[in-house]
């Protein structure tokens, strides 16, 4: 992934609540089918801080609540954790517990 669109991936995605959850999603969707597509860039995307965004705008923030963000939550999550680097990131991240809570919301 060249030029300007990670830094504008990750604009989008660190500004959900601004950008919305329809975009957010498009964003989120980009960075997961380029990593399904291509799994040897995957540490480019970490090396740009681009999948940190992500993960801090998943557990750290509050995951847009709409079905559709929710449903692709395994994607983006199996996508970032598919070398040792991502999942260890992940991991350290602890985000089951901000996870489930999103998950079992009544909103």
Do not use: W
């Amino acid at each position: 992934m060249e030029g300007p669109l990670p830094t504008s991936l990750k604009h989008i995605i660190s500004k959900a609540e601004y950008y919305g959850p329809s975009l957010f999603l498009l964003a989120t969707e980009v960075v997961t089918l380029y990593v399904f597509h291509e799994p040897s860039l995957l540490s480019s995307l970490q090396d740009r801080k681009l999948t940190d965004v992500i993960l801090e705008a998943l557990v750290v923030k509050e995951v847009p609540p709409t079905r559709e963000v929710i449903a692709s939550l395994p994607n983006i999550l199996s996508a970032l954790c598919l070398n040792q680097r991502g999942l260890e990131a992940f991991m350290k991240c602890k985000p089951f517990d901000r996870l489930f809570h999103v998950l079992l919301s009544p909103q």
